[in-house]
């Protein structure tokens, strides 16, 4: 008996020794500096007379590539920008699966929409002190960001190994909804508490099967515009990433902005407070990763649709020639604007190629990515709506061309509800039928990839 003994204890200890799942991922990620080497021109506020003073705190751009077991890949890059322009996601989908064999469906280029970044429109910059001049800086910078975010691909390609993927959630209250009603039937961009939010901080975390933290993505709703001065900073969601990777030396932050076209950060102005807010939001995705994470695991699948969002009745040229001569500044240099589109371009379109994404990590999670500066109705409606475990939903990706309210905002009218539109050379606001549009697109896209 004594000389079972031994066996029977072998026996009990392997049965009873924990089963380590092999990695169901391979995962890569990299990351560059993109601050500008000069001044430039600054994004985000119209009113700004002069370029930029210096660095805060750099901007950086990062790439992730995950890959499934049967090989199938998908690349999430994030950038401390004011925007994506259309063009620089076309031309980086086609180099990307050219140079990389990932198919543009599978590509999602997020911006994190802070207003303390260099202008990357490359035609039409207004109010600039020398228009030519800042044009010709902002196609220089455009074109080598292309570049820049095509090699982190491939670099993180490259530093892909075995890995496994986790998702949790936690909350931070930096944001406050920024429609407030002014008593006199509109709308003041000002501090709203008991205006609708989305405080969730959802959390991806990439791991090796020996436990070395490979990237940490995260996401809030909130615009990044606690600065307004005239230096490049990432805003709070650089500070947070600078802060997560200080904690993470192995692991590379990634901040992907959610869906923040009506929501603010609250306090602010100082660098202090951004740097405030950044510690806040890096706490709270601190607690999700110290929660009990939910490991995903299952294919990569994703859709891609590029919709015909359609405008409101367009203006005439006649209405154009009229306000014109407004003496409201911003709306006579919209029609100037408009006017001088028609002149080079014919005539106005009626829609315009929005861009509607759904990746599926496996059984379990959800993302939608959607164009635009997005108001948080969407992220709140298309929780309820889509009937999956978890559901990630971000704005400001693949292209952010302007506002994009819900029906309840485009009925109540303001700045996010068409009066935006005058800052840019769109011709007039989005169609009434512009929520229903997205997220019956977003219903069918998610229906494709069962």
């Not at 989908?93 to 997020?110: F, Q």
């Amino acid at each position: 008996m004594k000389l079972w003994l031994p066996l029977l204890l072998a026996v009990f200890v392997i049965a009873a020794a924990p089963v380590v799942k092999k990695p169901a991922w391979r995962a890569g990620a990299a990351s560059a500096k993109i601050t500008p080497k000069k001044p430039m021109w600054m994004a985000g506020y119209a009113g700004r007379t002069e370029p930029s003073e210096g660095v805060e705190l750099d901007l950086f751009a990062k790439a992730f590539v995950l890959t499934d077991e049967a090989g199938a890949k998908f690349a999430l890059v994030t950038m401390d920008l004011i925007g994506v322009p259309r063009n620089l996601r076309l031309a980086v989908a086609e180099r990307v699966k050219k140079e990389h064999g990932i198919e543009p469906t599978n590509l999602a280029i997020n911006a994190s929409h802070t207003h303390s970044g260099p202008e990357l429109r490359t035609s039409r910059i207004h109010g600039a002190d020398d228009v030519a001049l800042r044009e010709k800086e902002a196609a220089e910078y455009t074109a080598k960001l292309e570049d820049t975010i095509v090699r982190l691909i491939g670099d993180a390609l490259k530093k892909s190994v075995p890995a496994h993927l986790d998702y949790s959630t936690a909350r931070c209250g930096v944001s406050m909804n920024r429609r407030t009603p002014d008593g006199k039937g509109g709308w003041s961009n000002f501090p709203n508490p008991n205006g609708p939010v989305d405080q969730t901080v959802p959390v991806l975390k990439a791991s090796s099967a020996e436990g070395k933290e490979i990237a940490v993505i995260f996401g809030y709703s909130c615009h990044c515009t606690t600065l307004g001065h005239q230096k490049f900073s990432g805003d709070y969601a650089g500070y947070a990433q600078q802060v997560l990777e200080k904690a993470h030396p192995d692991a590379v932050a990634m901040f992907a902005n959610g869906c923040s076209g009506d929501q603010n950060p609250y306090p602010r102005r100082t660098m202090e407070l951004a740097q405030q807010h950044g510690k806040s939001l890096a706490t709270s995705v601190q607690a999700a990763l110290e929660t009990n994470m939910k490991r995903l695991t299952g294919p990569i699948r994703a859709a891609y649709r590029e919709i015909s969002l359609a405008y409101d009745t367009l203006p005439t040229k006649e209405q154009l020639l009229e306000e014109q001569k407004s003496t409201d500044k911003w709306k006579a240099t919209h029609a100037t604007r408009v006017l001088q589109r028609i002149a080079d371009e014919g005539p106005l379109p009626t829609t315009y190629p929005y861009p509607v994404q759904i990746l599926r990590l496996g059984t379990d999670l959800t993302w939608v990515t959607l164009g635009g500066e997005v108001v948080v109705d969407y992220s709140l409606r298309l929780k309820q709506d889509i009937k999956d475990p978890i559901v990630w939903v971000s704005g400001y990706t693949n292209d952010v061309m302007a506002y994009i309210p819900s029906l309840r905002i485009w009925q109540e009218g303001g700045y996010e509800g068409g009066g935006a539109m005058i800052y840019g050379t769109h011709p007039t606001r989005w169609s009434d039928k512009t929520e229903e549009h997205i997220i019956s697109t977003v219903m069918e896209l998610r229906k494709a990839v069962e």
